[in-house]
């Protein structure tokens, strides 16, 4: 069964960091492109950041310089490394795998992430 699961989150006071991480159960993890995603209350589902087979990343400007996406083929996980959090950041954040050969795009069913100010 092809699934992502999501694990990390938590609370943390403003200016802290949080590492999340995602598990891929799919076939040949390293042919899909890995990303985070998240979902304030009330608001849509955005972009946070990508990786895709060969590590290229890329990031939504309110996360640059502050989160890193990184992945380790071997595992089949990706992880978020978050740094210097602000409360606009508190979210659900959902992990995604995509591969377009398959027709495949996984979601998983999301990691709270809460910042304090």
């Known amino acids: 069964q092809v699934q992502v699961v999501e694990s990390g989150g938590g609370l943390v006071q403003s200016g802290g960091s949080l590492r999340l991480s995602c598990t891929a159960s799919?076939?040949?993890?390293?042919?899909?492109?890995m990303g985070w995603y998240r979902q304030a209350p009330g608001k849509q589902r955005e972009f946070v950041a990508t990786?895709?087979?060969?590590?290229?990343?890329n990031y939504a400007g309110s996360v640059k310089g502050r989160f890193t996406i990184s992945r380790d083929n071997a595992k089949t996980a990706v992880y978020l490394q978050m740094n210097s959090l602000k409360p606009d950041d508190t979210a659900v954040y959902y992990c995604?795998?995509?591969?377009?050969?398959?027709?495949?795009?996984?979601w998983g069913q999301g990691t709270q992430v809460t910042v304090s100010s």
């Open positions: 995604n795998a995509r591969n377009s050969a398959l027709n495949h795009n996984l």
């Open positions: 990786i895709t087979s060969d590590g290229t990343t």
């Open positions: 799919v076939p040949i993890f390293r042919r899909y492109v």
